[in-house]
């Protein structure tokens, strides 16, 4: 659990499957509004290992399990990572066009 703490950024995969991208912080209330209880005192990364651990032969639950999850990420946080992608972008050619604008005005 504390180990789970330090992290700020996580990515969980299902069955090769992106179901979560985003702040770590956040991943526990994500999926409990998928509808996912989380017992108050679990270790989020516990839980994660066993809740979305995917057999090599899948019955009807798990392949009902990672649609659910398929879906919540499209329609939830793909758009939001998208968005969050292009803000970097942004701030990176600010970055460098201001970089670029330095080097261009230095002196000899």
Known sequence: SSTFALFDRLILLMDGHLIYQ???DQAVNYFQGLGFKIPTYANPADFFLQEFYVPFYKKK????KLELLIRG???NMK????NEDANINNLEEITSEKLADTTNHAGP
Do not use: T
């Not at 758009?79 to 998208?82: D, G, L, P, R």
């Open 22 to 24: 985003g702040k770590a």
């Open 61 to 64: 639950e798990d392949l009902e």
């Open 73 to 75: 990420y499209q329609q």
């Open 79 to 82: 758009v939001a990572v998208e």
